[in-house]
Nanobody
Framework: QVQLVESGGGLVRAGASLTLSCVGSGRSFNTYTIGWFRQAPGKEREFVGH???????NYADSVKDRFTISRDNAKNTLYLQMNSLKPEDTAVYYC????????????WGRGTQVTVSS
């Protein structure tokens, strides 16, 4: 299984941009669909978006047109470019991996905190 480590979180003001990174271990990184999720205090974890092993992307409506996921398989890295950040984007952001024909995201990173002040 791939192991994932997120980085790039921080404290920013509303309207700012931030880019998160998710680095995976292992030689088969390109065969995984990698997703971004987030969890705000007192709320359930929610889907943000994913970049599949086929090259397709999908985003939650709440971040569509503001967030962009990109991938560099040579570096085993997935990126989450976040623009026009809002206070409601404040959360711990996690990346997770789903194997090529798997049904669930089975490998998770420890998360990185993003805080957006108003």
């Amino acid at each position: 299984q791939v192991q994932l480590v997120e980085s790039g979180g921080g404290l920013v003001r509303a309207g700012a941009s931030l880019t998160l990174s998710c680095v995976g271990s292992g030689r088969s990184f390109n065969t995984y669909t990698i997703g971004w999720f987030r969890q705000a205090p007192g709320k359930e974890r929610e889907f943000v978006g994913h970049y599949s092993w086929t090259g397709s992307t999908n985003y939650a409506d709440s971040v569509k047109d503001r967030f962009t996921i990109s991938r560099d398989n040579a570096k085993n890295t997935l990126y989450l470019q976040m623009n026009s950040l809002k206070p409601e984007d404040t959360a711990v952001y996690y990346c997770a991996a789903r194997s090529q024909y798997g049904r669930a995201f089975g490998s998770w990173g420890r998360g990185t905190q993003v805080t957006v002040s108003s």
